[in-house]
């Protein structure tokens, strides 16, 4: 489960404010909306790349902003320029997992 409440997240000038929606275990979720909307700053906050000034993140029902990236189990693929251009979609989603030997 992935679990935002009242998230308020700032990016240069940027902010959104008293974001909150749940993605229940076993469900999925869609962030669409225009370039330079947020949906980058959310997964970054998701992920623990981004500190949030506000709110809760809540991953499998533990609080997680003040954990460290690798701690929150969370995988993070950033769209632009950290692809294989050469690989398929599939190949690049299992790129990192394989690298673990999943």
Known sequence: ????????VRSGGFQLK????????????VLMGKTGSGKTTILEAIAGLRDID??????????VPRLAPGER????VPQDRALFQTMTVRQNLAFAPSLQGW
């Open 1 to 8: 489960m992935i679990s935002l409440e009242w998230l308020t």
């Open 18 to 29: 008293q974001v909150s929606f749940d993605i229940p275990e076993g469900g999925y979720g």
């Open 73 to 76: 189990g969370i995988g993070y």
């Open 54 to 63: 506000e709110g809760t993140i809540r991953l499998a029902g533990a609080d």
